[in-house]
Nanobody, 126 residues
Framework: QVQLVESGGGSGQPGGSLRLSCAAS????????MGWFRQAPGKEREGVAA????????YYADSVKGRFTISQDNAGNTVYLQMNSLKPEDTAMYYC???????????????????WGQGTQVTVSS
């Protein structure tokens, strides 16, 4: 089992910043990628950012490139999502996820992730 616990969600204003954290524990498989996904009401869960290969590779959805940054601590047990220049359309439930080895083409595709956190709400409004 791999357990993931997110924190850091909340409310922010347009143009503001929020930082999400995800702590991983357990060792039932080797984590190769960790990702952040989000789901707004009535919409599909979508990939936002992923970090793989010990932090050597990062991937971003076009909608967040240049605004969001994914990173991890040296031990690789905690992943962060720094969200800057927030927009109202960033409002969603954000989920952390973990995967074993996968192709870079799949890094933002939810079906290839094995473990999921419970989610943390992010609301952007003025």
């Amino acid at each position: 089992q791999v357990q993931l616990v997110e924190s850091g969600g909340g409310s922010g204003q347009p143009g503001g910043s929020l930082r999400l954290s995800c702590a991983a524990s357990g060792n039932s498989y080797t984590i190769y990628c960790m990702g952040w996904f989000r789901q707004a009401p009535g919409k599909e869960r979508e990939g936002v950012a992923a970090i793989c290969a010990g932090g050597g590779s990062t991937y971003y959805a076009d909608s967040v490139k240049g605004r969001f940054t994914i990173s991890q601590d040296n031990a690789g047990n905690t992943v962060y999502l720094q969200m800057n220049s927030l927009k109202p359309e960033d409002t969603a439930m954000y989920y952390c996820a973990a995967a074993g080895i996968l192709s870079p083409d799949w890094a933002l595709r939810k079906n290839f992730y094995r473990s999921w956190g419970q989610g943390t709400q992010v609301t952007v409004s003025s």
